[in-house]
């Protein structure tokens, strides 16, 4: 399958696109998916994924997008220094918040059950950066 080797170089050199922008923006012929981060192998273990790619649905974005239209091209390109630098909390087995402090930023992120790709589900800015009482720090 397509991009699932990618480097992490090669990912973030993409979310820095015009293509990129117009996949965000829904422009007509955008694929209904992309690569938005590279995983390092500690990534993969912790989120329990045998694939290298983080994915962002445009579905998943489109309905994001209506509830938060202030995160932007610019915040989603954030995602992989977000993944680098930030506490990784389990929600529940395959849920996952992670809480970047700097940028105040919260993002959630699903592995399928099957373990084989591992896909973005939100992203917000907040100040709040307080995991649910549950949530167990892995990371």
Do not use: C
Request: no cysteine; aromatic share 8%.
């Amino acid at each position: 399958m397509a991009y699932t080797h990618q480097s992490e170089g090669t990912v973030r050199r993409a979310v820095a696109t015009t293509l990129f922008r117009d996949f965000v923006h829904g422009a007509p012929g955008m694929p209904d998916i992309w690569p938005i981060a590279a995983l390092s192998d500690d990534l993969m273990a912790l989120l329990g994924v045998r694939n290298r790619i983080l994915w962002l649905s445009h579905q998943t974005l489109g309905a994001h997008l209506r509830k938060h239209p202030e995160i932007g091209p610019d915040e989603y390109a954030l995602i992989p220094m977000i993944l680098e630098r930030g506490m990784i909390w389990q929600i529940r087995p395959g849920r996952f918040l992670v809480l970047e402090p700097e940028s105040e930023m919260r993002m959630a992120i699903k592995a399928e059950k099957s373990g084989k790709w591992g896909w973005v589900l939100s992203l917000v800015r907040s100040s709040r950066l307080k995991p649910p009482s549950q949530a167990i720090l892995i990371r």
